[in-house]
């Protein structure tokens, strides 16, 4: 079993953490938060006083950060970067989802030192990472995908190479997007069914036998009371947050300028999510698009 260094133990992060363990890992942790790292140390980890100290000597280094500038400073931070601390056996995995540009910048830095690094962005969940079932998109080379993959699958179920550093990063975004446009539409059609007298499960389950179906149907239904053990049947609580969905719309909106992409309808879904969480509700789960919809709000 490998010595892990895992770093961000937030709402994702914690899980996947505990799911190495459970896998049986040497797992030290660091995180600013106390309580987080006193949550892991009742499950077997060890717990760090700094970053340096969970990258001292680990096989593998993972970083689940909230953004970019987090990812950039962790590593090459010219005081405390932890480029100063890794062993080239080491391999670095972040697996937050931030800018592509980012995440090559850290690579190049590492590679110039031999330090391995990967961008392993997630999809899934919170109720993934607990689950173990995240999808993990990874962007490297084909020996460092090979060398990470035996650790990601003890936090993940499907785990794909996207191709070069950076490439799991744009194929999350790319991604997220989708999701995005079919949350909103669904909504939309869903809440259009209901002013017009319709049930809206009845209406759900002619979309799932028709040509509408989509994944916010099968498994993430917007409607209050439509699906059980979804948030939107949990006053929209849990689950992938407005304001963390408005960050990865502005990610694709950033890169598709870079690489001169047509995305109307991306850029569509980024007003209408930026605007539902100006309204205060940028902590709720992103199905609450369907509130914006209905006349009763």
């Known amino acids: 079993m490998a010595k892990i260094g895992f770093i961000g133990l937030g709402n994702m992060g914690g899980p996947m953490a505990a799911n190495l363990l459970a896998g049986g890992h040497q797992v030290t942790v660091f995180d600013l938060s106390a309580s987080a790292m006193q949550t892991l140390a009742k499950k077997g980890a060890a717990l760090a006083t700094s970053a340096a100290e969970v990258a001292r000597d680990a096989d593998f280094v993972i970083s689940m950060l909230p953004a970019g500038k987090h990812v950039e400073a962790l590593y090459l931070d010219p005081e405390d970067g932890l480029i100063g601390t890794l062993s080239s056996t080491t391999l670095v995995i972040d697996s937050s989802t931030i800018d ?60 794909f190479h996207a191709g070069d550093v950076g490439a799991g990063q744009i ?20 809440q259009m069914a209901i002013d017009n007298g319709l049930d809206p499960s009845v209406m759900s389950d002619i979309m799932l036998q028709s040509s509408g179906r989509n994944w916010t149907l099968e498994l993430y239904n917007p409607c209050p009371g439509v699906m059980a053990n979804v948030p939107s049947s949990n006053q929209y609580q849990g689950g992938f947050m407005v304001d963390l969905m408005r960050k990865d719309l502005g990610l694709a909106m950033d890169t598709a300028v870079k690489s001169h992409s047509a995305t109307p309808m991306g850029a569509l879904a980024q ?5 539902h969480s100006l309204q205060g509700n940028g902590k709720k789960d992103f199905s609450s698009i369907f509130e914006m919809f209905s006349k009763q709000q």
Do not use: W
């Not at 989708?178 to 949350?183: E, H, I």
């Open 171 to 190: 194929a999350k975004i790319c991604n997220n997007m989708l999701l995005s446009v079919l949350m909103a539409g669904t909504a939309e059609a869903l």
């Open 100 to 159: 592509a540009a980012t995440a090559q910048k850290v690579a190049k830095a590492l590679a110039d030192k031999n330090i391995g690094f990967i961008d392993a962005p997630v999809s899934g969940g919170v109720g993934g990472a607990i689950a173990g079932t995240l999808t993990f998109i990874v962007g490297g080379s084909d020996a460092q995908f090979r060398a990470s993959k035996p650790v990601l699958e003890n936090m993940g179920k499907n785990i």
């Open 271 to 275: 007003s209408l999510f930026s605007m």
